[in-house]
Nanobody
Framework: QVQLVESGGGLVQPGGSLRLSCAAS????????IAWFRQAPGKEREGVSC????????HYADSVKGRFTISRDNAKNTVYLQMNSLKPEDTAVYYC???????????????????WGQGTQVTVSS
């Protein structure tokens, strides 16, 4: 059974940090580009970051550049999103998604992510 499971969300104060995990089962993550998306209430889903399967190249939304870092551990079949200097506007449900692809992009419509996780809530508030 193909599955992506996110974890690591929670409540954090502004300026704090969280590390999200996306664990894959039922398929080998090595061949998949992985992306993190988020969706806040009343807002459209936003691509946050992605990492390629070929060379580990990464992309970030302007809103998170310099604060978030995506990484992958293929041996553990897991992708991470380290989130530092969190802001209230980072509050959202965060989802990971996978597509069998050598590269990744956050340009809308360019990727057709085949597998999605159920999401994990991140709340940044004092």
């Amino acid at each position: 059974q193909v599955q992506l499971v996110e974890s690591g969300g929670g409540l954090v104060q502004p300026g704090g940090s969280l590390r999200l995990s996306c664990a894959a089962s039922g398929f080998i993550l090595d061949y998949y580009a992985i992306a993190w998306f988020r969706q806040a209430p009343g807002k459209e889903r936003e691509g946050v970051s992605c990492i390629s399967s070929s060379d580990g190249s990464t992309h970030y939304a302007d809103s998170v550049k310099g604060r978030f870092t995506i990484s992958r551990d293929n041996a553990k079949n897991t992708v991470y999103l380290q989130m530092n200097s969190l802001k209230p506007e980072d509050t959202a449900v965060y989802y990971c998604a996978a597509e069998m692809s050598l590269f990744c992009t956050l340009v809308p419509g360019r990727m057709t992510y085949d597998y999605w996780g159920q999401g994990t809530q991140v709340t940044v508030s004092s």
